[in-house]
């Protein structure tokens, strides 16, 4: 048996406030291959806990009948401090409370730390470079001497995630369909995974500028294969950020389901000796990140929705009627908002209170907008 539940304490940053990370791991120390998978590091974000719940059993069941070919990592609620950062009864899961910053932004950008330990390091053979890349990240994170708690968190789940060949960061969005975001690279490569899951789109960037958790390993690579172009080195992890629909959407019955579609998408790999059953219809094509429009409006107001989750919509189309609620005519004046591009509804806000210049909506389009290009793509 190697399922195995394991606890890490952190120490805090007042007197007496200790947080522990419970993650657990199974299948064979020496497998070929390493899964690291991790939810809610932001930590309102609960459906991919959920479907971590249910595929702990699963994983437990296959490691007691000797079928896990892989070796997993699993973080089913990544972020304990992130857990406690409650503010006048509201949970503030997704930033750090005291510094402000975003838990899935400003990663780091690790191959400058190792570019000198990997210089001399790189051969002919792309795995031993991967190899060697690896080494030099564990070394350097190694090295560190984490200042606070959060910084401790982070360099302990890097340290899983370097050594992994597939790394997949559960989060969710406000009120959404699934989706997927990944490199460019990893794509058609991750296809199944997007098939498994059943997404309505799989959105990629090299770069959306913020330093996201799923961009660490990709830009790592990419940046060791730029700095030694006579050397093979491969993108050394499959990397991804699952959006699991809507923030809301924390059910038994939609978790079931996802951790089916992840057993499926690891059986279907041969990762678990099981039956993977019929692989799900194709999930659409990826399409540039960069193609997806975020609406958003130039007023405060209240949001009147027009199209539901899923509509396919034409630019010019009224996504919703903005109600204004200060001028004139306040709370009798009322204004569509048009999207701006072709293409589908993937997300809409929950809260119908909206801010001037607020995202209140993501219309997944094929055709790269030009606002969108070389930009700042994520949400903060
Ligand atoms: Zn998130």
């Known amino acids: 048996m190697t399922f195995d539940l394991h606890r ?65 990592t699993v973080f089913p609620s990544v972020n304990p401090l992130g857990l406690g950062n409650f503010a006048l009864r509201h949970h503030i899961g997704r930033y750090d409370i005291e510094t402000g910053v975003n838990y899935n932004r400003r ?3 690790l191959y400058p730390q190792i570019a000198d330990a990997v210089a001399d390091k790189l051969t002919d053979d792309p795995r031993a470079n991967i190899a060697a890349i690896r080494a030099a990240v564990a070394a350097w994170i190694d090295s560190q001497r984490p200042a606070t ?54 959105l990629t960037a090299e770069d959306s500028g913020g330093g996201s958790f799923d961009e660490v390993l990709p830009t790592l690579y990419r940046k060791a294969r730029l700095a030694h172009p006579g ?52 999930a659409p094509a990826p399409t540039p990140f960069e193609a997806t429009e975020v609406l958003r409006v130039d007023a405060p107001g209240l949001l009147a929705y027009r199209v539901e989750l899923g509509d396919r919509v034409s630019k010019g189309q009224p996504i919703a009627d903005l109600i204004a609620m200060d001028g004139p005519d306040a709370f009798l004046a009322r204004r569509p908002i048009l999207a701006g591009t072709d293409g589908f509804v993937l997300s809409r806000v929950s809260g119908k209170y909206v801010t001037r210049g607020a995202g209140i909506a993501k219309i997944v389009g094929t055709n790269i907008l030009p606002a969108r290009a070389g930009a700042y793509l994520l949400e903060d």
């Open 8 to 72: 890490t304490a952190l120490t805090g940053d007042t007197p007496g406030a200790t947080t522990e990370l419970y993650w657990y791991t199974a299948g064979p120390a020496d497998a070929a291959t390493r899964i690291h998978l991790q939810a809610a590091l932001h930590a309102d974000e609960q459906p991919g806990t959920m479907a971590l719940h249910h595929l702990l059993p699963m994983l437990r069941a296959a490691d007691a009948g000797g079928q896990l070919k892989a070796h997993f």
């Open 107 to 109: 990663w780091p950008d």
């Open 149 to 202: 708690a959060i910084q401790h968190l982070r360099l302990l789940v890097l340290k899983s995630a370097v050594t992994a060949d597939i790394v997949l960061d559960l989060h969710c969005d406000d009120d959404s369909l699934k989706h997927i975001f990944t490199s460019p690279e990893l794509m058609p490569g991750l296809q199944d995974l997007a098939d498994w899951m059943g997404v309505a789109a799989t």
């Open 231 to 282: 050397r093979p080195i491969p993108l050394g992890a499959e990397t991804a950020t699952l959006e699991y629909r809507g923030r809301a959407d924390s059910f038994d019955s939609i978790g079931r389901q996802d951790a089916d579609g992840l057993f499926g998408f690891f059986a279907g790999r041969g990762l678990v000796a099981a039956d993977p059953g019929a692989r799900p219809a194709p």
